[in-house]
C-alpha cells in the first residue's frame, strides 16, 4: 500500500504563493503517474494538474494555467505543486494521488490508486 503525506499548506492573503509537497512511501515512485486534485466545503473535488511517471509530460485545469507548476523528484519520492497567484476561491483541502495504470485521462479520478489525507490552503481576501 502506497502511503501519500501532503506538506506546505497553510494561511497566505490572495495574490500569494505556496509550494506543497507530497512524498510517496514507495521504492517504485517514478513508475506512478502524480496528480494534484483539492475540494472546497460543499464542491465536488476537482482536478488541478497532473504529471507523468518521468516528468516529461504535465496537465493543468484550465483554472490553474499559467499560475500553478506541478514537477516531480524522482530521487526524493516528492510531488511539488507551486501554486502562485492564489485566489481567494481557491480555499480547499489538496489532495495528491498516485496512479500506476498506463495512459488513461490524467484528470479522472478512476486513473488513480492511491490518495493522501490532504492539507488545507486558505487564501485569504
Not at 9 to 19: D, E, F
Not at 22 to 29: D, G, K, L, P, Y
Not at 71 to 96: G, I
Request: net charge positive; hydrophobic share 30%.
Amino acid at each position: 500500500q502506497v502511503q501519500l503525506v501532503e506538506s506546505g499548506g497553510g494561511l497566505v492573503q490572495a495574490g500569494g504563493s505556496l509550494r506543497l509537497s507530497c512524498v510517496a512511501s514507495t521504492r517504485t515512485f517514478s513508475s506512478y503517474a502524480m496528480g494534484w486534485f483539492r475540494q472546497a466545503p460543499g464542491n465536488e473535488r476537482e482536478f488541478i494538474a497532473a504529471i507523468n511517471w518521468s516528468g516529461f509530460n504535465t496537465y493543468y485545469a484550465d483554472s490553474v494555467k499559467g499560475r500553478f507548476t506541478i514537477s516531480r523528484d524522482n530521487a526524493k519520492s516528492t510531488v511539488y505543486l507551486q501554486m502562485n497567484s492564489l485566489k481567494p476561491e481557491e480555499t480547499a483541502v489538496y489532495y495528491c494521488a498516485a496512479g500506476s495504470r498506463r495512459g488513461g485521462d490524467y484528470s479522472s479520478f478512476e486513473k488513480y490508486d492511491h490518495w493522501g489525507q490532504g492539507t488545507q490552503v486558505t487564501a485569504s481576501s
